[in-house]
């Protein structure tokens, strides 16, 4: 399964949406997403994918928080997927 998959299967176990686009912030209230929501996607999402969740992750977000580019920052994280 490739990073996108994992991720999206991740996000959906936590709460059950749909995007409708990509480049949606993971923050956007429309996918209800709350902080323990979000944190605990991350938390999975580096056990599952192999990252480590660094102040590097946390200031990527700020700027860069589209569904896209979080997979696009995990893959060039992981373990194994560099």
């Given at each position: ?78 373990a194994g997927h560099r």
């Amino acid at each position: 399964m490739d990073i996108k998959s994992q991720f999206l299967e991740i996000v959906r176990s936590v709460r059950p949406i749909e995007m409708e686009s990509m480049d949606d912030s993971m923050f956007s209230t429309k996918y209800r997403l709350d902080a323990n929501d979000i944190a605990y996607i991350f938390l999975l999402a580096s056990e599952q994918i192999g990252f480590s969740v660094t102040e590097e992750l946390i200031d990527f977000l700020e700027e860069h928080n589209s569904f896209r580019d979080v997979i696009g920052y995990i893959g060039s994280h992981a373990a194994g997927h560099r």
